[in-house]
């Protein structure tokens, strides 16, 4: 998958939010983040101009220097909140949703409402850190990614 410009983010593809809210996640992320490691992934709201959300395991959090989220948050560690349902926690809204092992995650209504986002969105997967990938829905690097000249894999 492409850099957009030299020294850029690096992105894995194009995911569309399907009409039955299914989202399939690029092969390539969830092999780089072994997403489907724990059946379950953590989601969290995006940057302001990003937007849609950020995807990370229970694994790379809980081995990070930001595990103090899942230690201040046993309701998220312990999914005692519905999938979906949304914790804040420090400026940010967390929650954890499952993820069958093709990498296809399924966000109930209520989720889709808080991120903004509807059937037919492109979702762009950026690389964000070593801890988690973005799933964004606008900004410059979508808008990149729509006029990108190569190839950008669509899921």
């Given at each position: 998958?492409?850099?957009l410009n030299k020294?850029?983010?690096?992105i894995?593809?194009?995911?569309v939010?399907r009409d039955d809210?299914?989202?399939?996640?690029p092969?390539q992320?969830?092999?780089?983040?072994?997403?489907t490691?724990?059946d379950?992934?953590i989601?969290f709201t995006?940057?302001k101009i990003?937007?849609?959300f950020?995807?990370?395991?229970?694994?790379?959090?809980?081995?990070?220097?930001?595990k103090?989220i899942?230690?201040?948050?046993?309701?998220?560690?312990?999914?005692q909140l519905s999938a979906?349902?949304?914790?804040?926690?420090?400026g940010r809204?967390y929650?954890?949703?499952?993820?069958?092992?093709?990498g296809?995650?399924?966000?109930p209504?209520?989720?889709l409402?808080?991120?903004?986002?509807?059937p037919g969105?492109?979702?762009l997967s950026?690389?964000?850190?070593d801890i988690a990938?973005?799933m964004?829905?606008k900004?410059p690097?979508?808008?990149?990614?729509h006029?990108?000249?190569?190839?950008i894999a669509?899921f």
């Amino acid at each position: 998958m492409p850099q957009l410009n030299k020294g850029g983010k690096f992105i894995f593809g194009l995911s569309v939010v399907r009409d039955d809210l299914k989202i399939h996640i690029p092969p390539q992320a969830l092999s780089e983040y072994d997403a489907t490691r724990d059946d379950k992934v953590i989601i969290f709201t995006g940057s302001k101009i990003t937007g849609g959300f950020c995807v990370t395991t229970f694994s790379l959090l809980s081995d990070s220097k930001l595990k103090h989220i899942l230690e201040d948050c046993p309701a998220l560690r312990d999914c005692q909140l519905s999938a979906g349902e949304f914790i804040q926690y420090k400026g940010r809204k967390y929650a954890w949703l499952g993820i069958d092992s093709n990498g296809v995650i399924k966000l109930p209504q209520s989720t889709l409402k808080a991120l903004e986002l509807q059937p037919g969105m492109e979702l762009l997967s950026i690389r964000s850190s070593d801890i988690a990938f973005t799933m964004g829905a606008k900004g410059p690097l979508l808008e990149k990614a729509h006029n990108f000249q190569g190839n950008i894999a669509k899921f």
